[in-house]
C-alpha cells in the first residue's frame, strides 16, 4: 500500500512539474528561498549544538539537577530532560532528531523516547511569532496566546499518558557506545557540523518537494475554500499558512485553522521525522497518532480562548 500511495504521489510531481515547469520552479523557489532564509540560520546552530551536547555529554548535570525540579510534575527521565526543553524551545526536527540520537546511543528507552519524540516535535516559537502570526497572518499581538494554545496540549497529553502507561516498552536498546561524561573534542565538533547539514539539508529537499505538492493542491477544483485551504496547510506548514491567511474566510477560521495546521505539523513535516527516526525504529504510526490528538486539543482551545 505504501508503495503505491507513493508511487501516486511521485508520479503526480513529475507530471505537474512537467505540464506546469513555471508554476512548479515558483513553488519549488518559494520552499527554497523560506528554507535558506528562515530555517538554516534559525536551526543550523542548534542542530550543531545539540549533537555536540548530546555526543559530548555536556549537559548530563544540569539536565539532572533540573530533573530534580520538574519530576513530580512532568515525569520525564533525567535523559528525557533536555530533549523535552530543546524540542519546545529550538523547534521541529530537533526534538525528534534529539530523541532518536538518545535512543540510538542507549541512553534513553524505547518506550520513552516513542512517548517522548511525539511531543517535543513542535514548531519553534521563533517561526510560530514571525512567519506565521507576524507576517503571514499579521498579528503580532497573538503570539502569547497562540504559544499557550499551541505547546500546552501535547505537555498535557504527555504527562497524562505517561502516568496512565508507566514504563510501558521501557527498554534500553543500547546501538552505539556512548561518549564518556564530559568528553568534548574536535572529532566531536566535526561530526556536530556534518549531521548538523545533513539535517538541514535534508529538511531542505522535503520542503521543496511538499512546497511543490502543496501548490498542486491549489489547484484542485474545490469550491469550499476553508477546505482547500485546510488541505494545503496539511500538506505543507508554510505554504499552507499563506494560503490560509490569503482566503476569503472570517479570521476567527483562519485562526483556527492555522492553529491546527501548526499543531499538526502537516505531511511534509511527518515525512520529515520520519526520516529523522528511521534508525532508531520509533513508531511513526503513534506519532500520527499523537500529533492528531494534540491538533484537535489546540484546535479546541482556540475555539474556547477568547
Not at 254 to 260: A, G, Q
Request: contains cysteine.
Amino acid at each position: 500500500m505504501k508503495k503505491i500511495v507513493y508511487s501516486i504521489i511521485l508520479s503526480t510531481l513529475v507530471f505537474y512539474i512537467l505540464c506546469f515547469p513555471k508554476d512548479a520552479i515558483q513553488a519549488a523557489s518559494f520552499g527554497l528561498v523560506l528554507w535558506y532564509t528562515k530555517m538554516l540560520p534559525t536551526l543550523l546552530p542548534f542542530a550543531i549544538l545539540s549533537y555536540i551536547f548530546v555526543a559530548s555529554g555536556l549537559l548530563e548535570t544540569p539536565c539532572r539537577l533540573l530533573h530534580r525540579c520538574i519530576k513530580w510534575l512532568i515525569p520525564v527521565s533525567p535523559e528525557g530532560v533536555y530533549p523535552l526543553f530543546a524540542g519546545f524551545l529550538f523547534g521541529f526536527p530537533l526534538g525528534s532528531k534529539i530523541t532518536a540520537q538518545l535512543v540510538e546511543e542507549g541512553r534513553m528507552s524505547y518506550g520513552e523516547g516513542n512517548r517522548l519524540f511525539a511531543i517535543c516535535n513542535n514548531i519553534s516559537p521563533v517561526f510560530i511569532s514571525g512567519f506565521i502570526l507576524q507576517t503571514s497572518l499579521q498579528r503580532p499581538d497573538l503570539t502569547a496566546k497562540t504559544l499557550l494554545i499551541l505547546y500546552l496540549p501535547p505537555l498535557f497529553y504527555f504527562v497524562i499518558t505517561a502516568r496512565l502507561f508507566p514504563g510501558k516498552e521501557d527498554v534500553m536498546i543500547p546501538q552505539k557506545k556512548a561518549a564518556p561524561r564530559s568528553q568534548i573534542s574536535f572529532k566531536i565538533i566535526d561530526a556536530g557540523i556534518m549531521s548538523g547539514f545533513e539535517t538541514l539539508t535534508r529538511l531542505g529537499g522535503y520542503i521543496m518537494l511538499f512546497a511543490i505538492l502543496s501548490q498542486i493542491v491549489t489547484v484542485l477544483p474545490f469550491q469550499n475554500p476553508a477546505l482547500s485551504s485546510l488541505l494545503v496547510g496539511i500538506t505543507e506548514i508554510t505554504n499552507g499558512t499563506s494560503h490560509l491567511a490569503k482566503a476569503p474566510l472570517p479570521f476567527r477560521e483562519i485562526y483556527l485553522l492555522t492553529v491546527f495546521c501548526t499543531a499538526l505539523g502537516g505531511l511534509s513535516g511527518f515525512a520529515q521525522t520520519a526520516s529523522m527516526v528511521r534508525k532508531a525504529g520509533l513508531s511513526m504510526g503513534s506519532y500520527v497518532k499523537t500529533k492528531v490528538i494534540c491538533s484537535l486539543m489546540s484546535a479546541a482551545l482556540a475555539v474556547l480562548l477568547p
